[in-house]
T-cell receptor
Framework: AQSVTQLDSHVSVSEGTPVLLRCNYSSSYSPSLFWYVQHPNKGLQLLLKYTSAATLVKGINGFEAEFKKSETSFHLTKPSAHMSDAAEYFCVVSDGGTGGFKTIFGAGTRLFVKA | DAGVIQSPRHEVTEMGQEVTLRCKPISGHNSLFWYRQTMMRGLELLIYFNNNVPIDDSGMPEDRFSAKMPNASFSTLKIQPSEPRDSAVYFC????????????????FGAGSRLTVL
């Protein structure tokens, strides 16, 4: 069985400062890991994905995440926050079991960006 | 491609009524997922299908919930009878699975169906 834990329900940063959203996972198989973003009253958009290639993954809008197997972590970072980054971010784990890939979302981290 | 299409976008109904939510996945995608999103519980996986076959329905909350995928281009999520606590946004997502290749399972989400049960 797989699970995903987002360690912070809310993160608040000032515009121009770094962003760190933390995620830990567990999986019985070699997982794929993703970050999705949801802006208010909008659908879910893929930010980036890890698929057992490079451990440092670059996504859209300057976000990146590093897969650390020893720590079972997949934290999302961005060097400099922008007001438009304010949204909810979901860490997602997907692994193959018997037939298909069960895809589980974390509880989400709401990012606030102060001017 | 028009993306994942869900209908209705909004539904308001009274307790006890039957609700049917519909989803048309992206053509060529062979997996389909139903999620429910609420403030209290976040995004919960209800059920997912692979090649039209239900693989895991352990997230379906009660027998009042049922889902079908009669063909590769259509799925329904039905609630009968509906209750106020079923009020939520229901998302459908589809993806391609290429055998055992990980990383192919990137979900594309529909816009969601917002259900309000009075």
């Amino acid at each position: 069985a797989q699970s995903v834990t987002q360690l912070d329900s809310h993160v608040s940063v000032s515009e121009g400062t770094p962003v760190l959203l933390r995620c830990n996972y567990s999986s019985s198989y070699s997982p794929s890991l993703f970050w999705y973003v949801q802006h208010p009253n909008k659908g879910l958009q893929l930010l980036l994905k890890y698929t057992s290639a490079a451990t440092l993954v670059k996504g859209i809008n300057g976000f990146e995440a590093e897969f650390k197997k020893s720590e079972t972590s997949f934290h999302l970072t961005k060097p400099s926050a922008h007001m438009s980054d304010a949204a909810e971010y979901f860490c997602v784990v997907s692994d193959g079991g018997t037939g298909g890939f069960k895809t589980i979302f974390g509880a989400g981290t709401r990012l606030f960006v102060k001017a | 491609d028009a993306g994942v299409i869900q209908s209705p976008r909004h539904e308001v109904t009274e307790m006890g009524q039957e609700v049917t939510l519909r989803c048309k996945p992206i053509s060529g995608h062979n997996s389909l997922f139903w999620y429910r999103q609420t403030m209290m519980r976040g995004l919960e996986l209800l059920i997912y299908f692979n090649n039209n076959v239900p693989i895991d329905d352990s997230g379906m909350p009660e027998d009042r919930f049922s889902a079908k995928m009669p063909n590769a281009s259509f799925s329904t999520l039905k609630i009968q009878p509906s209750e106020p606590r079923d009020s939520a946004v229901y998302f459908c997502a589809s993806s391609t699975l290429q055998g055992a290749v990980t990383g192919a399972n990137v979900l594309t989400f529909g816009a969601g169906s917002r259900l309000t049960v009075l």
